[in-house]
């Protein structure tokens, strides 16, 4: 199948031709048409395979079918993060050349009265957080009388973060009818289910991939550390391996990603932290050189596992193993995308083990053990090891968008 096959305009083929996509992803196989026809749809899909252009397109092309005046928004879309809101827009700015809609960012870290300034100017699409825009909603300062499509991103983290009853709301304060889909990379974690049927019950739903999937182009691997100095030992190690080109550090709390930036900065390693305390500006900032390779490795917490736009990180390290598997998930999900390979390392110490395991029940599977030249542990840990630690996991997959 090819993106002509989806019926789409010519506009909007010659834009994904333009950008190098030319096979629609499952998920926008399956997700497309009935948006077209105007049906709502709940689509579970894992991280990195395309669920962005799932929705933009269709939104794209009812623009084209049916021009709007650019007075009063008609599409919505709401995400759990700035970051994710800015990479949609740049998704939208990159495929809609030939429409030139005008979108409205709100989201927190900006100025309200600048966004009200440029919702009162007129708008085609609002791309919001849900917490900035309930509160526009209640001061009577946004406008969503003619809102035809709505879409609720990662609402998987949303709920995660307690945003659910801010969605609710918004959608309450929508009184004409509209059009809903809801994208998710796990149905799986705080009631997302439940809250999907709620908001709709008569949606064709589309599942991917399980919860417990990812892209299986990803090699994933254990080191097992003694200690905190030993696990810093093999942290520099694995930065320094000759494939890594870029490295994604996740940290469980926001003063350990300042100590392990802090170490590698003494190693003279090229690093940064990026966690929710700094401003939208700084962390807008640190992702820039980190995309254009002015730094090698990024420290984060979850703040960072969605929604950033890092299409080429060669390596996922967990300096800490995360409290559940579906975390670990979206971790992963940050390399291998675009059906490159990629790799994820754990190091776990002895006080990790029981996040490990979690991870591995909820994966299915045990993950390999490997050694580091002259890094070898020397204590005895519970985990077992892999009979397959030399064997690469690489499985080829068809690109994705």
Known sequence: MTFDDLMLDQPLLEALAAEGFTTPTPV????????????DVLACAATGTGKTLAFVLPLLQKLLDEPADGKRAVALILAPTRELAFQTQHVIERLASAI????????????????????????????????????????????????????????????????????????AAIKTAFQTSLFSATLAGAGVEL??????????????????????QVSQSVYLADN?????????????????????????????????TDYLQSQNISAQAIHGDYSQADRRERTRKFRQGTIK??????????????????HVINYDVPFRGDIYIHRVGRTGRAGQTGNAVNLVEPNDQKNLQRVEHHIGQALPVRK????????????????DKDKPRYIAKKDRA
């Open 297 to 314: 490795v990024l420290v984060a917490t979850d703040v960072a596992s969605r929604g950033l736009d890092l299409p080429q990180v060669s």
């Open 28 to 39: 926008q196989q399956q997700s497309i048409p009935p948006l077209l026809a105007g049906e």
């Open 228 to 260: 905190r100095e030993h696990k810093l030992a093999l942290l520099k190690a694995t930065i320094q391996l000759p494939d890594c080109q870029s490295a994604l550090v996740f940290c469980n709390k926001k003063e350990r990603a300042m100590e392990v």
């Open 195 to 216: 809250f999907a049927k709620a908001l709709l019950p008569e949606a064709q739903h589309i599942e991917i991939d399980a919860a417990n999937q990812y892209a299986q």
């Open 100 to 171: 030139s809609p005008r979108v409205a960012m709100i989201t927190g870290g900006q100025s309200p009265a600048a966004q009200v300034d440029y919702l009162q100017q007129g708008c085609n699409i609002i791309i919001a957080t849900p917490g900035r825009m309930l509160q526009l909603i209640e001061q009577e300062q946004a406008d969503l009388s003619a809102v035809e499509y709505v879409v609720i991103d990662e609402a998987d983290r949303m709920l995660d973060m307690g945003q659910g009853p801010d969605v609710a709301n918004v959608l």
């Open 372 to 387: 580091m030249k002259g890094l070898a542990p020397k204590a005895k840990h519970n985990k077992k090891k892999s009979k």
